[in-house]
């Protein structure tokens, strides 16, 4: 059977792979400690799920517009005016199959051969992929640890040439933790400023997951010139628990937004009819649940902090945002796949190893799980590394 050049290009997901081994190991009786997951481990708070119920009593059963729900594109565009400064019409929203599809959409609309995606790394492994997908090729743009991994601005300058099309922006990081304050964004807006064929998107999946003093900042807001040139991607499944709701959006420039519901009309058409409705809950709703989930993470993430800060083979960046943890192994003298692979096989632990993050001296932990397990994955770390 032949396939197309596409699909032979696609690789697998490593984060996917990883779980999936892991999944196979725990069926035949092994106790496997996972700090892999890519979700909370809470489940949807009550209020958004009563509302798709009767949303579902109500018949809400039925094919909708493709660009989504007119009451939920509305309500994003009143969140992103209240919450980030950001001025925007329905219009200018697209309601997507989670993130991935938002992501995804964009790419497609935006980027084709001889077009060139800018990543930082370490990114989220699917970056690269949809660039490839759309045809274009893609730069890594390697960050370091010391500086809590996030882009220096004068490395940007020197990578954008003639064909750069895309700058992918994720703030909270996946799986860095990075989270790019005021100063850092209007740093790269000056130099996107220079170069006004590259457009930029915003990754702010975990924009409500964010610890200590740093704030959460939008680059079109930082830099409100550039507005017309940015694109937010965001979603509900990390701040409110809904992963497996698959509702996220794509707010931006209303030709392009226009041309990506196209898109989609022709792909998946629209998303989950009731499960907008609990989106449109989630929004209206008080945010009591996103604050005892922050505190939470914010619990684990100092308990995490203090257990890895017992290993010296260990270099660590204290994650500012999100739920992740990506030490630097370099120090064991092994590569992240043969890490992974060693800890899960010896020790019955699941990490992710970092070269699916585009960063292969590291491997990415979750502290999206309880404490007894993070508690048990320590201890097992712990011998593997001193074994």
Same mark, same amino acid.
């Given at each position: ?6 699909? /032979? ?6 984060? $996917?792979? @990883? ?19 890519? /979700?909370?481990?809470?489940?949807? =708070? ?18 909708? =517009?493709?660009?989504?729900? =007119?009451?939920?594109?509305?309500? @994003? ?7 980030? !400064? ?52 893609? &730069?890594?743009? =390697? &960050? ?43 740093? @790269?807006?000056?130099?996107?400023r220079q170069h006004p064929q590259v457009l930029v998107v915003s990754d702010e999946i975990y924009e409500h997951i964010i610890y200590a ?5 939008? $680059? ?32 931006g420039d209303a030709d392009v937004i226009a041309k990506a519901a196209a898109l989609q009309s022709q792909s998946t058409s629209n998303v ?13 709703? $008080?945010?009591?649940?996103?604050? &005892?989930? $922050? ?41 992240? @796949? ?32 309880? &404490?007894?397990?993070?508690? /048990?994955?320590? !201890? ?8």
């Amino acid at each position: 059977m032949r396939l197309s050049a596409r699909a /032979e290009s696609l690789s697998p997901s490593l984060t $996917l792979s @990883i779980i999936a081994k892991a999944a196979r190991m725990r069926a035949e009786g092994h106790d496997i400690c996972s700090l892999s997951a890519g /979700e909370p481990d809470f489940d949807t =708070p009550g209020f958004i799920c009563d509302a798709a119920v009767e949303a579902l009593r109500q018949g809400k059963t039925r094919y909708g =517009p493709a660009a989504g729900e =007119p009451a939920l594109r509305c309500a @994003i565009a009143a969140k992103l005016y209240r919450d980030n !400064r950001l001025d925007t019409n329905s219009q200018q929203v697209l309601v997507t199959n989670g993130g991935k599809q938002a992501l995804f959409n964009l790419f497609q609309v935006l980027l084709g051969p001889g077009d060139e995606a800018l990543i930082p790394a370490p990114y989220w492994l699917s970056y690269p992929e949809m660039a490839r997908l759309a045809g274009a090729r893609f &730069t890594v743009l =390697p &960050t370091r640890l010391e500086d809590g991994f996030c882009l220096d601005p004068d490395q940007l300058e020197a990578a954008i040439g003639p064909d750069s099309r895309l700058l992918v922006l994720n703030s909270p990081g996946n799986p860095g933790g990075n989270v790019y304050d005021r100063g850092q964004l209007q740093a @790269i807006a000056s130099v996107l400023r220079q170069h006004p064929q590259v457009l930029v998107v915003s990754d702010e999946i975990y924009e409500h997951i964010i610890y200590a003093d740093n704030r959460h900042h939008s $680059l079109p807001a930082v830099a409100p010139d550039l507005a017309s040139r940015c694109f937010v991607v965001n979603g509900f499944a990390k701040g409110w628990a809904m992963t497996g709701w698959r509702v996220g959006y794509l707010a931006g420039d209303a030709d392009v937004i226009a041309k990506a519901a196209a898109l989609q009309s022709q792909s998946t058409s629209n998303v989950c009819t009731f499960a907008q409705y609990g989106a449109l809950a989630a929004l209206e709703g $008080l945010r009591d649940c996103i604050r &005892t989930m $922050l505190a939470a993470f914010a619990e684990r993430r100092a308990f995490m902090l203090r257990g890895l800060a017992a290993f010296p083979q260990l270099k660590l960046s204290a994650p500012r945002g999100a739920f992740y943890l990506f030490p630097d192994i370099s120090a064991t003298g092994m590569d992240s @796949i043969s890490f992974c692979d060693r800890l899960l096989q010896l020790h019955k632990v699941a990490v992710v190893p970092g070269i699916a993050f585009g960063d292969d001296r590291c491997v990415r932990l979750s502290f999206a799980s309880d &404490t007894t397990n993070l508690m /048990e994955g320590l !201890r097992r770390l712990g011998a593997f590394l001193g074994g």
